[in-house]
Nanobody, 115 residues
Framework: QVQPVESGGGLVQAGGSLRLSCAASRSISSINIMAWYRQAPGKQRSLVARITGGGGTNYASSVKGRFTISRDNSRNTVYLQMSSLEPEDTAVYYC?????????WGQGTQVTVSS
């Protein structure tokens, strides 16, 4: 199993930036699509961004142009660079495959954006 460990979250003011990291316990080079998801209070978990093994990316419309997903297979790590953060980005952020595998869900990392 991959057993991702997410980190990098925190409290930031609107307009600020954060960089999230997702470190996997084993190689992710054989996993085609890695993704970041988020779950805000009272809402369902949703896909934020995804990246293929070849580096192709897709983003939710709400974050396009503000977030950038990347992966470093040599470090078994997936990143999410978040800029121009908005209060609506407040959520717990998780990484997983796409489609997600139930056993891969980690604890996530909390991102809180104050207005």
């Amino acid at each position: 199993q991959v057993q991702p460990v997410e980190s990098g979250g925190g409290l930031v003011q609107a307009g600020g930036s954060l960089r999230l990291s997702c470190a996997a316990s084993r190689s992710i080079s054989s996993i085609n699509i890695m993704a970041w998801y988020r779950q805000a209070p009272g809402k369902q978990r949703s896909l934020v961004a995804r990246i293929t093994g070849g580096g192709g990316t897709n983003y939710a419309s709400s974050v396009k142009g503000r977030f950038t997903i990347s992966r470093d297979n040599s470090r078994n790590t997936v990143y999410l660079q978040m800029s121009s953060l908005e209060p609506e980005d407040t959520a717990v952020y998780y990484c997983n495959t796409d489609p997600p595998r139930q056993t891969y869900w980690g604890q996530g990392t909390q991102v809180t954006v104050s207005s």
